[in-house]
């Protein structure tokens, strides 16, 4: 069985620039979650999306957004980046709630 | 005070040596508990799952909770070089989708 696959794997963008990650889940997994990982702060919790619908999402500024696909397939958005939105992003997949299992991740470099 | 507490280390053990890592945690609604390993420049991989309180094993690994004590452990037998990680203790409250990660503890076991 196919693991979580995101795209691009690495990323560099300069300040003010907007980026858009991608997430395919576990085939028959329907909860997607997004996760920011940078060494001072660890794995921060972004937001969740099942069936297409957010159902929880962490405390982090509205310039950061995303959306679920039909096919469970997911993408994040991050406008006006600043700095530090420099971090690791990953993608986890559950067929339920939380049991995930996590993407190798996005790393994404804002000069 | 961050909700959930884990010794960052790093802990070194040689090769064979039983590994003791816990996370400690304040929120009294956790009630799903995981351990990710998770090695340089890769995303977390699920090692153990557990609902409440109780004992789980799994080949060389073993995870506790201890939901009195709002204190989880793992256990890894006969450690081996390639356990060499950092490891991730995450708790959630239900049927959320939000995980809540500790900070990780970064082992080494030197042949």
């Known amino acids: 069985k196919a693991g979580v696959t995101q795209t691009p794997r690495y990323l560099i963008k300069t300040r003010g620039q907007q980026v858009t990650l991608s997430c395919s889940p576990i085939s028959g997994h329907r909860s997607v979650s997004w996760y920011q990982q940078t060494p001072g702060q660890g794995l921060q919790f972004l937001f969740e999306y099942f069936s297409e619908t957010q159902r929880n999402k962490g405390n982090f500024p509205g310039r950061f957004s995303g959306r679920q696909f039909s096919n469970s397939r997911s993408e994040m958005n991050v406008s006006t980046l600043e700095l530090g939105d420099s971090a690791l992003y990953l993608c986890a997949s559950a067929r339920s709630y939380n049991e995930q299992f996590f993407g190798p991740g996005t790393r994404l470099t804002v000069l | 005070q961050k909700e959930v507490e884990q010794d960052p280390g790093p802990l070194s053990v040689p090769e064979g040596a039983i590994v003791s890592l816990n996370c400690t945690y304040s929120n009294s609604a956790f009630q799903y508990f995981m351990w990710y390993r998770q090695y340089s420049r890769k995303g977390p991989e699920l090692l153990m799952y557990t609902y409440s309180s109780g004992n789980k094993e799994d080949g060389r690994f073993t995870a506790q909770v201890d939901k009195s004590s709002k204190y989880i452990s793992l256990f890894i037998r006969d450690s081996q070089p390639s356990d060499s990680a950092t490891y991730l203790c995450?708790?959630?409250?239900?049927?959320?989708?939000?995980?809540?990660f500790g900070q990780g503890t970064t082992l080494q076991v030197k042949p």
């Open positions: 995450a708790m959630s409250e239900g049927n959320t989708g939000k995980l809540i």
